[in-house]
């Protein structure tokens, strides 16, 4: 098979989305906020949303997505961003909306407007990238850091009895009445690849069904702020993270 055969359209296993530009991504190498772009972006392309998607970010890593995605945008105030999404999708119900969004931002500064817009049942999808630190700002103690894990501000280690237990967001709305879907996925194998994919492609159809709020958990690494390869992220990830922040959908109505 020659080079000119590889490259035939008939012969094209995968591409790039088409909603991604050419932006040279600043993330830190093995960091899991890209592989979460492209799923998105292969999502609104699939769907046909591609001029009828409005994505909000906020503060912290996930804010650069706007870099990256060919869509509209608008940017929000640290943890506010469901709140601007719920504004928007009241404005324009035809929209898709979702919000992108760190464990530090939506679980601290943005904790009343995550629980409320979920539990008003807005029909906007969340996107949360958990991974248990702040990845931007220098490594420090997230709401979701595990128990016992060191960061720049825990350097002993997160003490329950000094700092409190770690907030599992996607429990909390679970329980919530305006909740359609929530669900917890990652993104470190082709198969949790693929899980994930489905999970946002299920949350974007309830936002537009009107069926009510969608929250889509990522377990997610930083092998930047847990000071590990991105191989060694993984590993922890999953021997770690994972017991604490079980996998699966936790609320499908």
């Not at 409005?54 to 912290?60: A, C, D, E, K």
Request: hydrophobic share 40%; aromatic share 8%.
């Amino acid at each position: 098979m020659t080079k000119e055969d590889i490259i035939k359209p008939e012969n094209l296993v995968y591409k790039k989305p088409t909603l991604m530009n050419d932006n040279p991504m600043h993330y830190c190498p093995g960091c899991s906020h890209g592989v979460v772009h492209k799923l998105i972006a292969e999502v609104i392309e699939e769907m046909g949303m591609e001029d009828k998607t409005v994505g909000i970010s906020p503060v912290g890593c996930a804010v650069f997505i706007y870099n990256y995605l060919d869509i509209d945008w608008q940017e929000a105030a640290h943890g506010r961003a469901p709140a601007l999404a719920t504004a928007i999708k009241r404005l324009w119900p035809d929209r898709l909306v979702f919000t992108y969004q760190g464990d530090g931002d939506l679980a601290c500064i943005g904790t009343a407007e995550t629980i409320h817009a979920l539990n008003r049942g807005e029909n906007i999808t969340i996107i949360f990238i958990n991974n248990a630190i702040y990845g931007m700002t220098g490594g420090q103690m997230a709401p979701t850091t595990l128990v016992g894990m060191k960061t720049s501000t825990s350097p002993y280690g997160r003490d329950v009895h000094l700092h409190g237990y770690p907030l599992k967001m996607a429990d909390i709305a679970a329980q919530l009445e305006g909740t359609a879907y929530v669900t917890r996925q990652s993104v470190q194998t082709v198969g949790a690849i693929r899980k994930a994919k489905k999970a946002i492609r299920k949350a974007f159809e309830n936002s537009m069904a009107g069926k009510g709020s969608n929250l889509v958990e990522i377990v997610s690494t930083c092998n930047s702020g847990w000071k590990q390869t991105p191989a060694q992220s993984n590993k922890w990830m999953e021997e770690h993270m994972f017991p604490f922040y079980p996998l699966g959908d936790l609320k499908d109505k």
